[in-house]
């Protein structure tokens, strides 16, 4: 069984509280050996890391730019703190989920959008500091990510994943060529996604890694559409265990075999999150790991 590695589900997620031990043996029966828990509050750091250990995965602590608006100052004290703290923590893979949102009208608006902004850099000299990648969030704002990425990039530039990527082909080669990332997940299995789809097929296999960012992004088979929604039906709940699915749609689509590709994003993956390297290890026992 090709073995997988889920670089973005949000399993502290309310959505899972009542039995996400569950949800996380169901993704590994179907051969996902690691994922990345992001944190979206300061006032989630702790049990983050707690759920993340508890689990065998990995971890990173930020501040997202939907929760900016209820977000103190404070609370950038308290990143720094976290990461100070879990300095040595082999789970703690980057600073994130972070970055700028410019599709949600009021954060486009004053004085909200000057704050996700001074989040986002303080958050990039955080991760700077502690020497970590960075997890970003990426919506309609590509290109003032990309403004402070250059900022502080230096002869190093950075290790980290562009989330849910969905920018040009310009924006995803100006990504790269700072060293990160691109993350693809079930937005491409639709067929009408022809720019996430074409994008998935052409740029370079080892800027690719794959998420589900669940439990939101829900593939095309667990997709409830508008008119089902309206009629009662609730939007089903994603998982990581749809990964491999997800992954298989990008290998037709790129003409791999599943195992070719889970090995090729399971290498970007540790070359995004080199922590993630050192967690691996038992979890590929008895799989395609090698």
Not at 33 to 44: G, S
Not at 61 to 84: E, K, N, T
Not at 95 to 123: C, H, K, M, N, S
Not at 206 to 231: C, F, I, K, N, S
């Amino acid at each position: 069984m090709p073995a997988w590695i889920d670089t973005h589900c949000h399993l502290d997620a309310p959505e899972f509280a009542a039995d996400v031990d569950a949800v996380r043996a169901r993704a590994a029966a179907a051969g996902v050996v690691r994922c990345v828990i992001p944190a979206v509050q300061a006032a989630d750091f702790a049990a983050t890391a707690a759920l993340a250990h508890r689990l065998g995965d990995a971890y990173a602590l930020g501040i997202h730019p939907l929760f900016v608006p209820q977000a103190r100052d404070a609370d950038l004290d308290a990143l720094d703190a976290a990461l100070s703290a879990a300095r040595d923590d082999p789970h703690l893979v980057a600073v994130g989920e972070i970055g700028l949102d410019f599709f949600v009208p009021e954060l486009t608006r004053e004085p909200l959008r000057t704050r996700q902004l001074q989040f986002y850099r303080a958050q990039l000299r955080l991760a700077r500091r502690y020497g970590l990648p960075v997890v970003l969030h990426v919506r309609r704002s590509a290109d003032a990510l990309l403004r402070e990425l250059r900022v502080l990039a230096g002869a190093k530039g950075w290790h980290g994943i562009a989330h849910a990527f969905n920018g040009s082909a310009q924006q995803a080669q100006a990504f790269i060529g700072l060293g990160l990332k691109l993350g693809f997940g079930g937005a491409l299995s639709f067929e009408r996604a022809l720019q996430i789809r074409r994008l998935a097929q052409t740029v370079p296999l080892d800027a690719l890694v794959l998420e589900t960012d669940a439990p939101d992004m829900p593939p095309q088979w667990r997709y409830v559409d508008a008119a089902r929604r309206a009629a009662g039906t609730p939007q089903a709940r994603n998982e990581p265990a749809e990964l491999p699915r997800i992954g298989a749609v990008l290998a037709a689509l790129r003409g791999l075999s599943s195992e070719a590709l889970a090995a090729a994003t399971r290498e970007n993956a540790c070359a995004a999150l080199p922590r993630l390297r050192g967690l691996l290890g038992a979890a590929c026992e008895g799989t395609a790991c090698a």
